[in-house]
């Protein structure tokens, strides 16, 4: 094995520029390292302040007394708020850019965490803060000075977050930012940097903690506390669980573009401590106090956090092994076999299995849960049939058949547009379910079923089947002729237009009608399950749309496919489902839901006859 000297001496014979891109170590304090010293402070301050606020009376009873929290809970809570600070102050003497991503990453998170806390002066009782206090009764309860602190602390890890992003601004101006071995990857974003299997597993995780977070993270047998699923709570609760979510794919997002890998190391990392506190501490919760139990948005956003603090860890280790690998080879004389080994094609192929697999996957899952009892009901009670559990079989038949062919090398570039777009109907179809079951569980008794658990695993599954499906997108391109522009055809771009307009209205207006009720549409609020699950596709279809117009031929035409395809699979849940109401007639959403279907195969043809490259 190598001694470091002698690595850096073997890239710098291969690449005599690489060594002047390597950073200084030891040189006077730069503009970053003290911004970094700032943000520190200012975060380990904020930190201080969410472990003393934790430790005091955050609410109080009518009488005064404090109000114990879990201590469990509790103790998962400070660490995590300490850990990053106390991580940062390692990390900025050498490493300023990855401190300061660091609190960045953290920083975001904590902006949710903010909304969250606002929860607790306007009706503590329903903010479930269990770290925080554990309620015994709903009468009287106040906040005290603890709220207080903690909210000025997760303002303080905010305005340390903000700091830290400047911080990697800043050393993204000096030498040494994005520094490799291997000068062909000076400049390539991290996640391309660090290989398949490690950037699909944080993005799998980061999708696992961002949906986990808006579903029901306990089930309680104490009728003061009531857990309810956080896109179904009101106000601050609902609001902040979705800023989180959404802080946690941006920040994954950003950090798979960065150019260094320390940089993306850390705001991933930071981003899983923060919201680990939050998460973490509702599993402790669970599994400590006897009369609450564990559901699915505690365990797998647990889960994905974990996940998300690992591959930061493993990050930096990945990329340095893989790029000094190929800087030896190249040292050897052996890049063209090391290219031969892996060429764009073979990479290609990857990503086209791994969005084959996926989607069977997807729909196995889903065809098993739509076959299996989704509702469980007490004895001698037959289970209830749903009718929406129809409409997931057809997804998962379509689906899966899709993603076969993906498996095919023959077929793959072609049929990966239609997976593109195809996995939204499943998600679709199974959050219809949903809004049925989540009503029935209002019932003393009900419960969910093995049918249910299965349709979720799917609704994920599906999700990141299109994100491996873009990411395989991209790499078709990077094996194409791109240096021509594809300009727009007027008759494809009229004719698209209009299919998109018909869909939307497709989506907007209610599919049947009956004696008891409507299907969902967009034009009542607030909206339930089912109407996200159509916004969803809707937004879905008119990206679709958009795309194709400036795709190449054949990727336009199954672009379109697919989503005539989704349309269609909308358009037969009228026979399919609309038995649940009585004397069920047609809506105004099924002329625009066929228009549509009709509008979207007459693009496909036209797009595929525009242009053969």
């Not at 609902?238 to 260094?260: E, F, Q």
Request: glycine share 10%; hydrophobic share 60%.
């Amino acid at each position: 094995m190598e001694s470091p000297t002698q690595s850096r001496a073997v890239s710098a014979v291969a690449h005599p520029d690489a060594a002047r891109r390597e950073p200084a170590v030891g040189s006077s304090p730069s503009i970053a390292g003290k911004l970094s010293i700032a943000a520190v402070t200012i975060a380990a301050i904020g930190a201080i302040g969410v472990a003393a606020g934790s430790l005091t009376a955050v609410a109080r009873t009518a009488d005064g007394t404090r109000i114990p929290a879990v201590g469990g809970a509790t103790l998962i809570a400070v660490v995590a708020a300490l850990a990053v600070p106390a991580v940062a102050a390692a990390l900025m003497s050498r490493w300023p850019a990855a401190a300061g991503a660091l609190l960045a990453g953290a920083g975001a998170v904590t902006v949710g965490l903010c909304v969250l806390d606002i929860q607790l002066w306007t009706d503590p009782i329903d903010a479930n803060r269990l770290e925080l206090f554990r309620p015994a009764t709903a009468a009287g309860i106040t906040t005290g000075p603890g709220a207080a602190l903690i909210l000025a602390g997760h303002l303080g890890a905010v305005a340390a977050g903000a700091l830290g992003l400047l911080t990697v601004h800043r050393a993204s101006h000096a030498d040494g930012h994005g520094a490799s071995p291997d000068p062909d990857a000076v400049g390539r974003p991290a996640g391309s940097r660090i290989g398949f299997g490690l950037t699909a597993g944080v993005l799998v995780s980061a999708g696992a903690l961002a949906l986990a977070l808006l579903v029901r993270p306990l089930a309680s047998n104490d009728p003061v506390i009531l857990v309810r699923a956080a896109i179904a709570s009101d106000g601050a609760t609902a609001i902040g669980a979705v800023v989180v979510a959404v802080a946690v794919l941006i920040v994954v997002a950003a950090a798979l573009a960065s150019t260094d890998v320390a940089v993306a190391a850390g705001a991933i990392g930071g981003a899983g401590v923060a919201a680990l506190g939050l998460v973490g501490s509702r599993l402790a919760a669970g599994l400590v106090d006897d009369r609450l139990a564990l559901g699915p948005g505690a365990v797998w956003g647990t889960v994905g956090a974990v996940l998300l603090i690992a591959a930061a860890v493993s990050i930096p280790v990945a990329a340095r092994r893989r790029e000094q690998r190929a800087a030896e080879l190249s040292v050897a004389g052996y890049r063209d076999r090391a290219v031969a080994r892996s060429t764009p094609r073979e990479t290609v192929g990857r990503w086209h299995t791994a969005t084959g697999v996926a989607g069977i996957c997807a729909g196995l899952l889903a065809g098993a849960g739509a076959l299996l009892p989704v509702l469980t009901v007490p004895d001698p009670l037959p289970a209830p049939e749903l009718p929406a559990t129809r409409v997931v079989l057809v997804a998962a038949a379509l689906i899966a058949i899709a993603a076969v062919w993906l498996l095919m090398s023959e077929f793959a570039a072609l049929v990966r547009p239609v997976v593109g777009v195809l996995w939204v109907s499943v998600v679709a179809a199974v959050a219809s379910v949903a809004q049925s079951a989540l009503a029935a569980l209002e019932i003393p008794g009900v419960g969910l079923g093995a049918g249910s658990w299965l349709m979720a695993a799917a609704a994920l599954v599906a999700v990141v089947t299109g994100l491996l499906a873009g990411f395989a997108g991209a790499a078709e391109r990077d094996d194409v002729d791109t240096s021509q522009r594809v300009d727009p055809v007027r008759s494809v771009v009229v004719v698209g237009v209009l299919a998109a307009t018909a869909a939307v209205l497709a989506y907007v207006l209610p599919l049947y009608r009956g004696a008891d009720g409507t299907a969902a549409s967009l034009e009542r609020f607030p909206w339930g399950w089912d109407a996200w699950g159509q916004a969803l596709s809707a937004v879905v279809v008119v990206v679709a749309v958009l795309v194709a117009v400036h795709a190449r031929a054949a990727r336009a035409a199954a672009l379109l496919a697919g989503a005539a395809v989704v349309m269609a699979c909308h358009l037969v849940a009228w026979s399919l489902s609309a038995g649940r109401l009585t004397d069920p007639v047609a809506g105004p959403g099924v002329a625009p839901a066929i228009l549509a279907v009709a509008l979207l195969a007459g693009t496909a043809t036209l797009a595929g006859y525009r242009n053969p490259r």
